[in-house]
């Protein structure tokens, strides 16, 4: 396979190339998809699209109710619609490896030229013929409203939207270390281009909430663990959880953020039982721990200060586990910064 790893602006080129000589295109994204996993893939159909392409999106897991506000979000299809399609090309976004679309998907949706991959997360594997790999970049949406620009063609509407929302996404609603002044200046073109208002995307995405996810959300925060020393804070979610709030696994999302909010925690992670007794695990740092070196100890990723994995042992000793190794991260970093206990 040759292979090219395209690092900065001027290698987009490499990947307009493909736009250029191919017509069929298929887009898939990492399983439980999210703002900006939704977001990029919507984004990038709506441009191939435009450019008068034939443009399939497959997903493993459907999209969530809060994303159903987006547009052509109905014309994600699952990994049972496949059957015997082969896209010339098949773009990955957002998903660090290419088992993360999903095993099923991974082996079914078979690209006839090119696998592209595209992405923005540190850990992120060279899997494609083609990779966009761009860590600095906020989100994966980021990296296709670039590569809009690159092309210089006018951004639809509806695909500032959908990049806004993946944008929004993924800087915490511009509040993590990866807001920039360019996520700003980007974000402001795509409200003026796309003539929605932010904050009805906000309420679309976060306030649309099932009772059952503020139920299990009680349940979640009552089994607050955290270490003597108050740096590291867990909290677990149980199956019996689960089925107590009528609630499924992806409605965790989000509570692994307000443990890493307490006073002097350095890591938070939140675990949950999966049904086949794996525990599905959420990481979180403050800054001083790299959680995606953290998280691929255990064959897992994502970015420095949020990151997860998932671990193949019943979610106590996990749990267990982790805590060890955070304590271990802590203790390096302490050690590096040249820190000293006082008593
Ligand atoms: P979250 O905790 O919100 O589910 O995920 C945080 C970050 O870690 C996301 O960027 C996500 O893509 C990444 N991530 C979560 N779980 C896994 C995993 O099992 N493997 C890899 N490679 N990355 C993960
Ligand atoms: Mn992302």
Redesign the pocket.
């Known amino acids: 396979m040759n292979t090219s790893q395209i690092t900065d602006m001027q290698n987009y080129g490499a990947l307009l190339t493909l736009f250029d000589r191919y017509h069929n295109f298929a887009l898939s994204t ?1 399983i ?1 998809p ?1 703002g900006d996993a939704i977001g990029s893939e919507l984004g990038l159909y709506l441009f191939l699209t435009k450019l008068g392409k034939s443009v399939k999106i497959f997903n493993t897991d459907v999209v969530p109710d809060s994303y159903k506000f987006l547009p052509y979000w109905d014309s994600i299809q699952s990994v049972h619609s496949v059957g015997t399609y082969r896209p010339e090309v098949l773009i990955v976004l ?4 290419l088992a ?1 679309i999903g095993k099923t998907l991974a082996n079914t949706l078979l690209p006839t030229h090119k696998l592209v991959n595209i992405d923005h ?1 540190a ?1 992120a594997e060279a899997f494609g013929d083609v990779n966009l790999i761009m860590p600095s970049a906020s989100s994966t949406s980021e990296i296709i409203y670039k590569l809009i620009k690159c092309h210089q063609t006018p951004i639809c509407k509806a695909c500032a939207l959908c990049l806004y929302t993946g944008l929004m996404f993924d800087t915490g609603c511009f509040r993590y270390s990866n807001t920039t002044v360019e996520t700003h200046r980007i974000a402001a073109e795509l409200i003026e281009i796309g003539e929605f208002a932010p904050d009805e995307v906000y309420r679309n995405v976060y306030e649309q909430l099932p009772v059952a996810k503020i139920r299990l959300s009680g349940e979640v925060l009552r089994t607050l663990q955290v270490t003597d020393d108050g740096k590291i804070a867990s909290v677990y979610a149980t199956q019996k959880m689960f089925r107590k709030a009528g609630a499924t696994a992806d409605a965790v ?1 989000g509570i ?1 953020n307000q443990i890493q909010a307490i006073a002097g925690v350095e890591v938070a992670l ?1 675990v949950s039982e999966m049904t086949d007794r794996s525990t ?5 740092s403050q800054g001083r721990v790299d959680v ?1 070196q953290l ?1 691929a100890e255990f ?5 420095a200060r ?5 671990i193949a042992m019943p979610y106590p000793s996990a749990i267990t586990t982790l805590v060890r190794t955070a304590q271990r991260y802590i203790d390096q970093s302490s050690s590096e910064h040249g820190d000293c206990q006082k008593d």
């Open positions: 990492h439980n999210d957002d998903a660090s490896t993360r997360h850990t999302e692994v939140c599905k695990v959420s990481l979180r995606s998280a064959e897992g990723g994502g970015h949020a990151a997860g994995c998932r």
